[in-house]
Structure formats: C-alpha cells, structure tokens
C-alpha cells in the first residue's frame, strides 16, 4: 500500500497537515469534541481515509477540510496543502464582532446562542 491511500489515524493527520503544532494538541482537540470525521464526533484514534470530511474548531471558528492524502508523518507547509481541499467559508468581518457590555456578567444561555449565531458557528458542533 502507498502512504497516500493507507488509513492514518485523524490526530496524526491533523498534526502531519499542520492544522496543530502537536499531535497532544491534536489529541486534546479531539477529547474536547472539536473535531469531527464525516459530520460525527470522533476520538483521536480513529482512522481517516481520502474523501472523507474533516471539521475542526479552531479559536472557536470551523475549518473545513477533504482528506485528498493521508500522512502519518509532519511534512512542509507546501506539501500539507496539498493533502487536503480546504472548504472553509470565507469569515464575515462584520459577524466576528459580538460586543458584550463590560461588567454584564456571564452571558445567558440564549446570549450564548444568538452569539454563536453571529459568528456562523454549526448549532450542532457545540
């Protein structure tokens, strides 16, 4: 089998694509429920294979990303971009602006929400 068409594990393949700098990183993403293989949560050891969809929060925005090429190994910058297809939604500027008053408290549950709304988060992915 070839490296390209091999299942790899999706914390490696995170860390290998340079989506984290760690693959701990990748690991603890995965355990937080902040990365998700086919539209369901997953653990970090499970395996991803080309053609599969990958969602991952990231600095609480969601990345899109199509498996074209599985590596096991950290590769450079021009070679990772080549092993997915990046189906990320250009981000609105006006929608990453959610101005809370300063001293308001912790926001409600229903803040919470029309906050996430705001800012084009999946309602699902939590």
């Not at 089998?1 to 594990?9: C, E, W």
């Not at 653990?43 to 929060?57: N, Y």
């Not at 500027?93 to 308001?104: C, E, I, Q, S």
Request: aromatic share 4%.
């Amino acid at each position: 089998m070839t490296d390209s068409i091999k299942p790899v594990r999706v914390d490696s393949w995170l860390w290998a694509v340079r989506i984290y700098k760690t693959r701990s990183a990748a690991t603890t993403a995965c355990r937080a429920g902040h990365v998700r293989v086919n539209s369901d949560r997953t653990k970090a050891a499970q395996t991803v294979k080309p053609g599969d969809e990958v969602r991952v929060r990231i600095s609480g925005f969601d990345r899109i990303l199509v498996v074209r090429q599985t590596l096991s190994k950290r590769v450079g910058a021009p070679v990772a971009v080549t092993a997915y297809d990046d189906r990320t939604p250009p981000r609105d500027p006006v929608a990453m602006v959610a101005v809370r008053d300063r001293g308001a408290g912790r926001p409600t549950k229903r803040e919470r929400r029309e906050i996430d709304r705001l800012r084009g988060r999946d309602d699902q992915l939590g």
